[in-house]
């Protein structure tokens, strides 16, 4: 079962500069509805809220969960998510069994995941080593990079103690 173990490892601390981080955030997705002739309906708002609370990847389903009583369906998910990874707000990481699972992504250092194929706990990891790998090896081959995930899928230190 997850556990409720922080996993947002590289995210910005909760300090005094959390409110304007919140206010940049809100005004990017703003910002990008309205290039949509859309609106922050209150809905919207929720699933925004949600995410920047939340100290774990979230999967759709935590978010239809967590957020059904307020009568958002599964399809308002599903859209706002879509929307909130076109404006690069949120990126997704590629979970289990093809789930995927989405973390905000304004402001955070790049890492890649460990994925615990028994309990599902994600955890964040930086390789400054194998970035720079990367880097050389695509210089040298002439290929520009964009983007990329790498997940390495495996027991996390818990579940493989109880093996
Ligand atoms: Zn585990
Ligand atoms: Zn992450």
Same mark, same amino acid.
């Given at each position: 079962m997850r556990t409720c173990a922080k996993e947002l490892v590289y995210f910005r601390q909760r300090n005094s500069d959390r409110k304007s981080y919140t206010e940049r955030i809100y005004r990017l997705f703003t910002g990008y509805l309205a290039g949509h002739g859309l609106r922050l309906t209150g809905q919207r708002r929720l699933i925004l809220d949600y995410f920047l609370k939340a100290d774990r990847h979230?999967?759709?389903?935590?978010?239809?969960?967590?957020?059904?009583?307020?009568?958002?369906?599964?399809?308002?998910v599903f859209r706002t998510l879509k929307m909130m990874e076109k404006c690069k707000l949120v %990126? =997704?990481?590629v979970g289990m069994a093809g789930k995927p699972r989405? @973390? !905000?992504?304004?402001?955070?250092?790049?890492? %890649? =995941?460990?994925?615990?194929?028994?309990?599902?706990?994600?955890? @964040? !990891?930086?390789?400054?080593?194998?970035?720079?790998?990367?880097?050389?090896?695509?210089?040298?081959?002439?290929?520009?990079?964009?983007?990329?995930?790498?997940?390495?899928?495996?027991?996390?230190?818990d579940c493989s103690r109880k093996k």
């Open positions: 979230l999967s759709r389903e935590d978010i239809y969960t967590a957020l059904r009583r307020h009568g958002i369906g599964r399809a308002t %990126d =997704h990481v989405f @973390e !905000v992504n304004i402001e955070r250092p790049h890492h %890649d =995941h460990l994925i615990c194929i028994n309990c599902g706990r994600i955890q @964040e !990891v930086r390789w400054p080593k194998l970035e720079a790998i990367q880097e050389e090896t695509c210089r040298k081959i002439g290929f520009t990079p964009n983007w990329h995930h790498h997940e390495i899928f495996g027991w996390c230190r």
